[in-house]
């Protein structure tokens, strides 16, 4: 049984639509698989209308943007912690209402940045900004804008210097982890952590060693993590088996992912077929 638990769709950073990514899903005979948008659930209704067409099992899910608001926790606080959400209820109305709260304060921010980038002599709009995949813009789309139509433009060092000072304000929106988990679980869902190894600085990988990873695991456990996203596809045999033994000593779930945004180096969903998520699967009643 193939299984893939950590997949995006244009809906947020990924490449492909909906039903594209689900044609890839089928073509790679997957038998149960997660549709995980970042901060987005948009794409679960027709995945579960195509899932159920190729009689694929699936399950709702998102991966909401997290940070450390903890000041006793030794984790940068600039630095993205990614928790997924397993088998939730996405047409929950509070969580609409939060995730459209959520993406229009970005989008306040983006907005204001630009006014910024106007008045220091840069004539661009909001929709001629470049997303480099799917529908969220971030900051770093409006720096490789600013380094590729305004290469030669006078203001362009002050103005790279503006764009960049709004990283910060921009991902102060995001969950803290106590708050993301808090929401996945008042959503009925199955708390993962994604991907340990890896955090982001907006599209930067910021590599966690193990002495952060156990710092962020003790502190998520007792926030109610339920799981480690152990089996990922861009982890070594020896990383996968440090997050397994983590998960087995804390009694944690594992989960497996690709991580799949239908573009390199993420453009392969999950080869595996492993017993090791059995428990999880049946814990989401699949």
């Known amino acids: 049984m193939l299984v893939d638990l950590h997949i995006h769709t244009d809906n947020s950073d990924g490449k492909l639509s909906v039903d594209e990514t689900m044609k890839v899903a089928h073509k790679n005979t ?11 659930v948009s794409a679960i209704p027709r995945a579960k ?43 929950d109305i509070k969580l609409s209402k939060i995730l459209e ?64 000072s709004y990283y910060d304000e921009i991902f102060s929106v995001d969950f803290k982890v106590r708050d993301a988990i808090e929401l996945i679980k008042y959503l009925g869902g199955v708390t ?38 152990a089996i990922y596809s861009q982890y070594t045999d020896d990383q996968i088996s440090y997050l397994e033994k983590l998960a087995e000593k804390r009694g944690l779930f594992i989960t497996i992912g690709s991580d799949f945004h239908g573009k390199p180096p993420r453009n392969k969903m999950c080869s595996f077929s492993t017993n090791k998520v059995n428990s999880f699967l049946q814990a989401i009643n699949i």
């Open 30 to 40: 997957l038998s149960v698989i997660s549709i995980t948008d970042h901060d987005s």
């Open 49 to 91: 209308e195509l899932a159920l067409q190729y009689g694929i099992k699936f399950v709702p899910g998102i991966e909401l943007s997290s940070r450390n608001g903890d000041e006793r926790i030794d984790f940068p606080s600039d630095v993205s912690i990614h928790i997924l959400g397993y088998n939730i209820r996405h047409e």
């Open 101 to 164: 709260a959520y993406h229009n304060k970005r989008k306040a921010i983006l907005y204001d940045l630009i006014r910024q980038l106007n008045n220091n002599g840069l004539e661009l709009e909001y929709d001629d900004i470049f997303v480099i995949a799917g529908t969220q813009m971030r900051v770093q789309d409006v720096v490789n804008h600013i380094n590729t139509y305004f290469l030669e433009h006078k203001q362009k060092e002050c103005c790279l210097k503006i764009a960049r």
């Open 192 to 229: 993962v952590w994604a991907h340990p190894f890896s955090s982001y600085k907006d599209y930067e990988i910021r590599i966690n060693d193990k002495e952060k990873i156990l710092i962020l695991l003790d502190k998520m456990c007792a926030l109610g993590l339920d799981g480690i996203e």
